[in-house]
C-alpha cells in the first residue's frame, strides 16, 4: 500500500480486509496447485499479468470482481469457495457419495 505516485499515502487495509485478502491469496495458491497450473499458465488465460497474479497470490492486491469471476469459472469452483476458510472441507464443493 504505501505511497503513490502523486505522493498521497494510499489508505491502509482494515482488519478484515487483510483477512479476507490472505484467505483468498492462500485458497487462490492451494486451487491453481490443485489444478497443476503455474502462474505463468494460468495468467494469459485470465488476460492478467503474472505481476498481478502473484500480487493476488500473496495478499498484496484483490482482483476486480470480473477477475474474480474468470478465476472461479477457470479453477472450476464457485467464486465463495476462493473464500472458504477451511479448504480441504469447503461445504461449497460437491461431496462424495460415501
Same mark, same amino acid.
Given at each position: 500500500?504505501? +505511497? ?22 492462500? +485458497?487462490?495458491?492451494? !486451487? ?13 488465460? *485470465?488476460? =492478467?499479468?503474472? $505481476?498481478? *497474479?502473484?500480487? !493476488? ?7 476486480? /470482481?470480473? +477477475? ?8 472450476? =469452483? /464457485? =467464486? ?8 480441504? +472441507?469447503? $461445504? ?7
Amino acid at each position: 500500500m504505501g +505511497n503513490r505516485t502523486d505522493g498521497r499515502r494510499t489508505p491502509q487495509p482494515c482488519e478484515a480486509e487483510r483477512k479476507t485478502a490472505e484467505l483468498l491469496a492462500t +485458497n487462490l495458491r492451494l !486451487w491453481r496447485m490443485r489444478q497443476g497450473l503455474l502462474q505463468k499458465q494460468l495468467a494469459p488465460e *485470465l488476460h =492478467v499479468g503474472i $505481476s498481478a *497474479l502473484s500480487a !493476488w497470490e500473496k495478499g498484496d492486491r484483490f482482483p476486480l /470482481p470480473t +477477475n474474480l469471476d474468470l478465476l472461479a469459472k477457470r479453477l472450476g =469452483v /464457485p =467464486v465463495k469457495c476462493l473464500f472458504c476458510k477451511d479448504f480441504e +472441507n469447503c $461445504s461449497c464443493l460437491p461431496q462424495d457419495p460415501d
